[in-house]
């Protein structure tokens, strides 16, 4: 063979390897999806974990309030803005 023919399989064995390294780096268009519809739920949720919260505090300031419910929504938002966390957490958890 000619070196100039050596060189073009070469390169061609070489673009043909990195192929998979290319399939492999793109995202699926479920993560994508549940990215932008977590991104979404956060944004919506967050005015309204602020307005829970100031009227749980009002409520507790008139004396008017089961400390149930208070726990129950503290948890609420702890879970909602904590469960990208929760989720790797129990992923790592089974080796997943």
């Known amino acids: 063979m000619h070196s100039t023919s050596r060189a073009f399989v070469s390169r061609l064995l070489v673009v043909l390897l990195c192929l998979p390294g290319l399939a492999a780096a793109q995202t699926s ?10 991104t979404n739920i956060l ?26 419910w208070c726990i129950g929504a503290i948890l609420g938002i702890a879970i909602a803005f ?15």
């Open 43 to 68: 944004a919506w949720l967050t005015p309204v974990a602020i307005i829970l919260v100031m009227i749980l505090g009002g409520m507790a300031m008139a004396n008017r309030m089961s400390w149930g």
């Open 82 to 96: 904590g469960a990208p966390q929760i989720v790797t957490w129990i992923r790592g958890l089974f080796g997943v």
């Open 29 to 38: 268009p479920f993560l994508t999806g549940a990215t932008a519809l977590q």
